[in-house]
């Protein structure tokens, strides 16, 4: 999963993530490819959702495709 809420909100025990999976049929834009370590992964977009924030562990950083998942976040709200 990828924690797509702000660090600039207060803290709630939720957090709001995006799953990704290795296999996902993918639409343009809306389900890029995220890449972590040496796999790839398809960000499922339309599985948003808020979980609890203690049932997650911190396994990496995909900060620097930031770009790719705020577009597909943009795509799932307006559709652009």
């Not at 796999?39 to 396994?59: G, K, N, Q």
């Amino acid at each position: 999963m990828v924690v797509v809420e702000s660090d600039l909100l207060p803290p709630d025990p939720a957090v709001v993530v995006i799953p990704l999976l290795q296999e996902y049929p993918a639409v343009r834009y809306l389900n890029p490819v995220i890449e972590h370590g040496e796999t790839e992964y398809f960000l499922a977009t339309r599985l948003i959702a808020a979980v609890r924030r203690s049932a997650l562990r911190r396994v990496g950083d995909v900060a620097d495709q930031a770009d790719r998942i705020t577009r597909a976040v943009d795509v799932l709200m307006g559709g652009v």
